[in-house]
């Protein structure tokens, strides 16, 4: 009896401990889930990344888990790394591509500004407007449709090639030799027709002779490359022409020699000054209308998001601010406050650092309060007319002063750091700046200027047909008569 209990007893207790065993195992078991589950969520969530996995589980293997479980997380170890380089190799070659395409673009458009900038300045032809003066249209052809005595030259230059000019010379130059020549440097594009209007007015306002030089490239001018070198290669030539006892041009006084540049042909007027200035070859003044500072100022203007590539591609200069300061000329700066193309600020940087040189000249500045870049000869008035007249008069007094010598030399002229500013509104016409000497005759219809028919100017050619019955009004001539050309 008491043997059977005991062993109903040991039965009973062996069952008890498989019940605790297999309760314990199954809380293990539960356990061992949920970690498995939770390490799962984070490397699936991007929370455990590749160097974080070996330590973390490195750390659980202290824990006793399972071996298979051990082996599973080994597993997702080496998943997680090669899914983490692969992503950022990925991104690493992607961002590679990127700066070559980047670095491949930037160098494209260096290259192609390197190599292409002096077609980006220089236009030889422009839209429809033709090379070559006899391919204008009437009244642009050549100055005898406007009943002006001219004569051509042909200037060779250093290098040998050849180029084209008009002589506007005026009938009383014949016999008096106080007549004014005025070489006229033109702007980036067309040829010297295209300004006979401006020309003509020059001729008759000023009383003097209009010299108008074409660049190489341009015009009748020999087919060259058209650069920076060239362009001052040809405004030497052309001093040196004038000064050359051989040339073919008649009553010309090389003593009363003025150089007047518009736009680009300012700088290339400042070139010729400085030329003069060391060569040794007289030259009586310098006018400049709406030109620039230098080429790379205007960049930053024209061209902000290339302006820091600048320095590694730019190779044209025409630095006219670095030569106005040297310049002991005088000097005359007409300027359009409401130029848009050369921003107005250029004209007063040239003026202000000639006026605070040392050099001892007349500095004068007129400027025209509506004047934009290619219109302000028209578009100033009289006032403008009267402006530039006074500027020639009070240079030529001076040299009759000082009985011919240079006037602009320390201490022997009458210029001793003279400086002036003018101002004129778009239509004024006021005669309260002339006076007997320097007086401007605008034709019979005083008040009336080119200014008026600015509104109905749409492009460059309009502007210069309206300017050329500005100047027919004033000598009296018919502006419908057959020989203009119909609008």
Same mark, same amino acid.
């Given at each position: ?27 293990i ?17 991007g ?46 070659? /992607? ?49 005898s ?6 004569e ?6 250093? $290098? ?24 006229? /440097? ?10 006979l ?16 030089v074409?660049?190489?490239?341009? +015009? $009748? ?29 008649s ?23 400085k ?10 003044g ?23 590539l ?28 409401? $130029? ?70 320390? +201490?022997?002229?009458? /210029? ?52 050329t ?6 000598? +009296? ?11």
């Amino acid at each position: 009896m008491c043997g059977s209990l005991a062993q109903d007893f040991c039965y009973a207790a062996l069952r008890l401990g498989d019940v605790i065993c297999n309760r314990q195992s199954i809380a293990i078991q539960e356990r061992e889930r949920e970690r498995e589950r939770r390490v799962s969520w984070v490397v699936g969530r991007g929370r455990l990344t590749s160097s974080r996995i070996g330590p973390a589980v490195r750390s659980l293997q202290h824990c006793h888990l399972p071996q298979n479980w051990v082996e599973k997380m080994n597993d997702q170890t080496v998943a997680a790394k090669d899914i983490g380089g692969g992503i950022v190799g990925t991104l690493v070659r /992607f961002s590679w591509r990127c700066s070559a395409c980047v670095s491949g673009l930037v160098a494209l458009v260096a290259g192609a500004l390197y190599w292409k900038q002096d077609s980006l300045l220089y236009f030889p032809t422009i839209g429809g407007v033709p090379r070559h003066p006899s391919q204008n249209p009437r009244r642009y052809r050549s100055p005898s449709e406007h009943d002006v005595p001219f004569e051509t030259h042909m200037i060779k230059c250093e $290098d040998g090639v050849t180029i084209h000019s008009w002589l506007l010379y005026h009938p009383s130059s014949s016999n008096n030799k106080e007549i004014p020549t005025i070489i006229f /440097f033109h702007g980036n594009a067309g040829n010297i027709g295209l300004r006979l209007p401006n020309a003509v007015q020059m001729y008759h306002y000023l009383q003097a002779n209009i010299w108008l030089v074409e660049y190489r490239g341009f +015009g $009748d001018s020999d087919d060259a490359v058209v650069n920076e070198k060239g362009l001052k290669l040809d405004a030497e030539a052309v001093l040196k022409y004038a000064h050359d006892q051989n040339n073919t041009m008649s009553n010309v006084n090389v003593e009363k020699l003025f150089v007047f540049g518009r736009s680009l042909g300012g700088a290339v007027a400042f070139h010729m000054a400085k030329f003069a200035q060391v060569s040794k070859y007289p030259l009586a003044g310098v006018l400049v209308e709406n030109t620039f500072v230098s080429i790379s100022t205007m960049v930053d203007h024209l061209m902000p998001y290339i302006a820091p590539l600048k320095s590694l591609v730019l190779r044209i200069g025409w630095n006219s601010g670095e030569i106005a300061p040297t310049i002991n000329t005088p000097t005359m700066f007409l300027a359009g406050a409401q $130029d848009t193309l050369v921003p107005h600020g250029h004209m007063l940087e040239l003026f202000t650092r000639m006026k605070n040189s040392k050099t001892d000249n007349l500095v004068r500045m007129h400027v025209v309060k509506n004047g934009t870049h290619n219109e302000t000869w028209m578009q100033g008035g009289k006032a403008y007319w009267v402006a530039i007249k006074r500027f020639l008069h009070d240079v030529l007094s001076a040299e009759e002063n000082n009985d011919g010598r240079a006037v602009t030399k320390n +201490g022997t002229g009458v /210029f001793q750091r003279k400086t002036s500013t003018s101002t004129t509104e778009c239509t004024e016409a006021s005669s309260s700046v002339t006076n007997e000497s320097i007086e401007v005759s605008m034709g019979s219809n005083d008040g009336e200027d080119a200014a008026g028919m600015i509104s109905s100017v749409g492009n460059f050619m309009g502007m210069a047909r309206e300017a050329t019955r500005s100047v027919a009004a004033g000598r +009296g001539v018919n502006p419908s008569a057959p020989s203009k050309k119909k609008e």
